[in-house]
């Protein structure tokens, strides 16, 4: 996991960081607002982080700098940890609950600041390697043809 | 699965996963502003704890 380079982000457009954002601000019955002074620059790198191929790592230290930045008045913290949080979830099926959850949490520590890049890369290395790519979420599973051996997912 | 399909579904996810970070320790969880040093390290020792719990397992034929 740690070492595969996709668009990460290519589901997360900036718009939906803002309807998160909104969201949560809402729930706590809370004015959402923005920090004029990073609001702009924020969307911008996150905009063109979009479309670009990326490690998990690099995309999650984007994150945890956007995070940084403070572009919104409340939530920082939980919108990108959120938005990290969820980029790794299918990957995790694979793993034991525990081991799912200790990914998690450190993915959305990291994201937050509360756990530096070393603890990271350490837990990634150490449990990336069970996880297996998950499948498309649309593919239907159709028998295999007699004679035929049917793949047993990615590894 | 189309783009926006995609884009749908991982707003849906992140929604939820949002929500309950806001919702975990009344809002002093992961995700909050002001979230306490402490509770980073004892996130850590949990996981250095079960990470070590794994590897004695690993040995054991």
């Not at chain 1, 939980?78 to 799912?100: G, R």
């Amino acid at each position: 996991m740690i070492d595969i380079s996709k668009a990460w982000l290519g589901a997360v457009p900036w718009e939906s960081v803002l309807t998160l954002n909104q969201t949560l601000c809402q729930a706590q019955k809370a004015e959402y607002a923005t920090n004029a002074k990073t609001f702009a620059s924020v969307g911008t790198r996150w905009q063109n982080a979009v479309p670009r191929t990326s490690s998990l790592v690099e995309t999650l230290d984007l994150i945890r700098e956007c995070r940084e930045a403070l572009p919104f008045a409340l939530n920082n913290g939980n919108t990108f940890a959120a938005i990290a949080k969820t980029l790794v979830d299918d990957w995790l099926k694979s793993l034991a609950p525990i081991e799912a959850q200790i990914v998690r949490t450190t993915v959305c520590h990291y994201v937050a600041g509360q756990v530096g890049r070393k603890e990271l890369l350490q837990v990634l290395q150490h449990l990336g390697p069970a996880c297996k790519q998950p499948a498309p979420a649309t593919v239907k599973s159709t028998p295999a043809p007699v004679g035929q051996v049917q793949a047993q997912g990615a590894v | 699965m189309t783009h926006s399909e995609d884009q749908h579904r991982f707003l849906r996810s992140a929604l939820k996963a949002g929500l309950r970070l806001q919702q975990r320790a009344g809002n002093g969880g992961a995700g909050s502003e002001s979230s306490p040093r402490s509770e980073g390290v004892a996130v850590l020792q949990r996981i250095k704890a079960s990470l070590q719990k794994h590897n004695r397992r690993r040995q054991i034929p």
